[in-house]
């Protein structure tokens, strides 16, 4: 069982940065591939940024390519999403999720193949 707790939304004027992270519980933190998604209202949740259990592969969508950078702390059982330039269409609430990986460079992409899930962090951008 992993719980994770995002931290460090908030409102932010355009153009702007914001860093949210989400703290994991348990040992094997590592053996997880991580995620961000987020869900905006009257919109579907989607995939903003996803990183290996490793670290050293990452994918974003291209809405976000450029200015957001996903991280992660495997020691700290932490994973980052670093959000610079940020937009008006970037408010949305933003959850973390835990996919228990198979191998240590793969990533995920669909919400439906990640095991656990935060409760969100509001970010909102003001215009």
């Known amino acids: 069982q992993v719980q994770l707790i995002e931290s460090g939304g908030g409102l932010v004027q355009a153009g702007g940065s914001l860093r949210v992270s989400c703290a994991a519980s348990?040992?094997?933190?590592?053996?997880?591939?991580m995620g961000w998604f987020r869900q905006a209202p009257g919109k579907e949740r989607e995939l903003v940024a996803t990183?290996?259990?490793?670290?050293?592969?990452?994918y974003y969508a291209d809405s976000v390519k450029g200015r957001f950078t996903i991280s992660r702390d495997n020691a700290k059982n932490t994973v980052y999403l670093q959000m610079n330039s940020l937009k008006p269409e970037d408010t949305a609430v933003y959850y973390c999720?835990?996919?228990?990986?198979?191998?240590?460079?793969?990533?995920?992409?669909?919400?439906?193949?990640?095991?656990?899930w935060g409760q969100g962090t509001q970010v909102a951008v003001s215009s």
């Open positions: 999720a835990a996919k228990l990986a198979s191998y240590s460079g793969t990533y995920y992409f669909r919400g439906g193949q990640y095991d656990y």
């Open positions: 990183i290996s259990m490793s670290g050293r592969s990452t």
């Open positions: 348990g040992r094997t933190f590592s053996s997880y591939a």
